[in-house]
């Protein structure tokens, strides 16, 4: 497996990195970021917080505007962002900003033209995690998953469907219900068909209406986040996590809209939400 | 003076806004950005911190990038980001990117092709201060200011011509002595023509060297940044305060380079030092 430094710089006390490498999952090159806090010497292993970003996003939106770094130097945690979706001449794509490249939605596509390279749910379960297992002073013991908007998606449904591996868990502006909603309602059946019990192991209200079950998450939500009522509904998820007793700590955040600018603004409390469980 | 707003999005608990007006300095639209905290209720006026870009910049990077917004409000402190030139089809431009649109330099243009629309110094002196004080709550008594490379040096030379007009200075890698580097070498002759006295009055060393004061400024240089001896040589600006009797806290930061990583490193501490004089 390949595996090349892109580039790495000193920020806030530790080294902000980008990487590249060849993935199997995908069959393409993959580039993401990770922030080694300054507390990674002497062979320490560190807790890791992943950021699973949203539609139209690389690791880069996150890894430049997210403002991770201070607190995550201060409370020694390893961040890691993969892309959304595998990218290149030769892999599909849609020309709208809500399919292809850029929309991965965290799922392995099974229809054509998607199925050979659109495997990010293996990328980021499977094939990632080795990786920085091998690569990263990190304890795979204490991980906390995180994201926006489809990211949010993809790190409630990760956490969901593996019982354990995250003791945390938070999403900022997340797709709760995919199949109940438009942006998944196009995605869906485009990578997955026509089988309705595969868009459901990808739907975090479904999947905890089937039982899944994670002990706790904190959702931010912005009141002015223009795809609030039509996209995101996350009171879909305060319903379901009511009754299936998961303590879902939802805020909805008076004014703030879907943008960095939202997720900048409430970074610090979320990975203080993780650097308390980890 | 038309005025525009371009965005105003909620973060922090104030309000990043991006706004356009059409410049009589320049004779062009100019944008900036303005942070606003959440302090600025009841007709209260705050202190205001000028932060000036580098090569290449517009107001964008450092407002998306500079991570100033968390401490900006909790101290209450309004963070303004002007362009770095004039931009536009009808305006002079040059292939390289450290000349024309983009690399303004803070001077008033006296030479064809720029000066119809490079008079950069009279629009963050003049021009914007004045819009500025209309339009938002600022207590111009109250003003700091501080930039990064070329506009470090612009923050130097506008505070040193300045004396009084800023309770505090700082410079993230600041140009010092444009008059001794490539940079300036290339911009001063190019935008103020053969007259060396019209370029020492924007060299922040030749200002102090030539009795310009200020009390103090701090400035941050990180050490594996690839223009230190080239192109800022902040030695220079330490043996000229040292001589005036200027208090410079110069840092050199270990390890980091010339990019937003490194700015956003040290972003609190410049936020504290001017909070404290404000």
Same mark, same amino acid.
């Given at each position: 497996?390949?595996?090349e ?34 507390? @990674? ?6 807790p ?20 991770f770094?201070?607190? @995550? ?15 290149? +001449? ?31 749910w ?13 690569? &990263? ?10 994201? $926006? ?9 990760? @956490?969901?469907? $593996?019982?354990?591996?995250f003791k ?47 002990p706790?998450?904190?959702? +931010?939500?912005?009141t002015?986040?223009? &795809? ?5 509904r996350? $009171? ?32 610090d +409390? $979320? ?8």
């Amino acid at each position: 497996m390949s595996f090349e430094i892109i580039s790495t710089i000193r920020s806030h006390g530790g080294i902000q990195g980008v990487y590249r490498h060849q993935s199997s999952a995908t069959g393409t090159p993959m580039v993401f970021s990770v922030f080694t806090p300054p507390q @990674a010497v002497n062979g320490r292993k560190l807790p890791v917080l992943w950021f699973l970003s949203g539609l139209t996003c690389t690791h880069a939106n996150v890894t430049e505007k997210g403002e991770f770094r201070r607190l @995550a130097a201060e409370l020694g945690l390893v961040i890691v962002c993969p892309d959304t979706s595998p990218r290149g +001449d030769g892999v599909a794509d849609d020309a709208g900003w809500d399919l292809g490249q850029g929309a991965g939605f965290y799922v392995d596509a099974t229809e054509a033209p998607w199925a050979p390279h659109f495997r990010m749910w293996t990328y980021v379960t499977e094939e990632l995690p080795a990786l920085v297992t091998r690569h &990263f002073p990190v304890d795979m013991d204490r991980q906390g998953i995180t994201g $926006h908007s489809m990211g949010g998606h993809g790190a409630l449904t990760v @956490a969901l469907r $593996h019982p354990g591996r995250f003791k945390s868990v938070s999403a900022f502006a997340p797709i709760v219900a995919p199949t109940q909603v438009p942006w998944g309602q196009k995605a869906f059946p485009t990578y997955l068909g026509s089988d309705k019990a595969a868009w459901l192991r990808h739907d975090a209200v479904a999947l905890i209406e089937h039982g899944a079950l994670v002990p706790e998450i904190l959702v +931010d939500q912005g009141t002015a986040d223009g &795809f609030l009522e039509g996209q995101l509904r996350p $009171h879909l998820l305060e319903a379901a996590c009511q009754k299936a007793g998961i303590k879902l700590t939802l805020r909805m955040q008076e004014g703030y809209d879907h943008s960095y600018y939202f997720i900048s603004s409430f970074m610090d +409390d $979320h990975l203080r939400w993780h650097g308390e469980r980890l």
